[in-house]
């Protein structure tokens, strides 16, 4: 097992404690300080979705920077039973856990979010499964975050804004084109 670091908000420096499971590549320290750089410090009532939760790295990050909602998707139960402990460890009350699969989340999602992220397993074609649903579930004027093997420069209505590279992890913030 190994563990990521919370690098801010009111959960700065917890640790979080990672399981072995197939697919699962926790998002570098790094990686998550440049995307809140990018998006700003503070997400101060925002709504969330972490569609492929696994380490629970990047939606407790948004928790811990002030999201109002923060929903959490995991298919894997050992994974899953693992972010149950963390929520309640951190006594984190806006983040909404659901083991379900991806694709049938986002299929039956009812409500937008300012911010979606998608870190999924690579190689398994997630990213272009998801993208007929990523209208519906990305507000008029939220953002998209996605990892991948390979840059992601547009993805439907969606273009890169910010880009960059750690290792075998290429990440990007999109955005509508024409939005804000």
């Not at 811990?64 to 994974?79: D, H």
Request: proline share 4%; net charge neutral.
């Amino acid at each position: 097992m190994s563990r990521v670091r919370i690098t801010g908000g009111q959960w700065r420096s917890r640790m979080l404690n990672v399981t072995i499971a197939t697919g699962l590549r926790p998002t570098p320290d790094r990686v998550r300080e440049t995307l809140f750089n990018w998006l700003g410090q503070h997400l101060d009532g925002w709504r969330c979705l972490d569609l492929f939760a696994g380490s629970g790295a990047l939606g407790f990050e948004a928790a811990s920077r002030g999201a109002g909602e923060v929903v959490m998707v995991e298919f894997n139960p050992r994974v899953f039973a693992l972010l149950k402990q963390h929520a309640q460890a951190l006594g984190a009350d806006q983040v909404e856990l659901v083991r379900l699969d991806a694709l049938k989340f986002a299929a039956s999602a009812s409500r937008p979010y300012d911010l979606v992220m998608l870190d999924p397993p690579y190689n398994k074609g997630w990213i272009e499964q998801l993208e007929p649903h990523l209208e519906a579930l990305v507000a008029s004027d939220g953002w998209l975050y996605i990892e991948a093997e390979v840059p992601v420069e547009s993805l439907g209505e969606f273009e890169a804004v910010k880009s960059g590279r750690a290792g075998q992890v290429c990440f990007q913030l999109l955005k509508r084109r024409g939005g804000a």
